[in-house]
């Protein structure tokens, strides 16, 4: 339990959806929807679970479609002076970064163990522009990490599409997730 109210016939207990703490009907009166445990419409949650719920609800409805959208980089695998011209998005079900250009490849989403946004030099007062990504990840079969980077072409989403990617890697971050 974590609500120090006494519970009876008259005070019921509730669950929190996300976390499955209970809690009197007061302590766990916020609703909203959790999409990632499948509850489309709003649910039950505790005041703590609820504020990462609708962080969560909020990056569903915004930054999810430009990562599934996608955008134009020029990737440069590893260590290679050789890059290509590539799309990379977010597949349907989140599970993979798809880049296709000449080649094509998979990234494992939950194999990424780091990323880190490049950035343009700002002119002073100017605030510094997402120029680009460098990935870590390890492939299924290999045991060596990769490296990837990928930086913004002339295509206008590329730094939407990175900004979208930061915000989901600070948002799994939060959550604890690995």
Do not use: N
């Amino acid at each position: 339990m974590q609500c120090d109210i006494k519970f009876d016939f008259m005070k019921r207990k509730h669950h929190c959806r996300r976390c499955g703490r209970c809690f009197c009907d007061k302590c766990s009166s916020k609703k909203v929807a959790l999409e990632r445990m499948c509850f489309v419409d709003p649910v039950r949650h505790c005041a703590d679970c609820s504020l990462v719920s609708q962080k969560e609800a909020d990056f569903f409805d915004k930054q999810l479609k430009v990562l599934i959208a996608g955008g134009t980089f020029s990737v440069t695998p590893g260590e290679s002076e050789k890059s290509e011209v590539m799309t990379c998005r977010l597949t349907s079900h989140h599970l993979f970064l798809l880049l296709d250009g000449e080649t094509r490849f998979e990234v494992p989403v939950s194999r990424i163990s780091s990323m880190q946004i490049l950035t343009d030099a700002a002119s002073p007062g100017e605030s510094s522009r997402p120029s680009g990504i460098v990935l870590h990840y390890k492939q299924m079969a290999h045991t060596d990490t990769q490296q990837l980077r990928m930086d913004v072409t002339e295509d206008k989403k590329g730094p939407a599409w990175l900004a979208a990617m930061y915000k989901a890697a600070k948002m799994m971050k939060s959550s604890g997730d690995p």
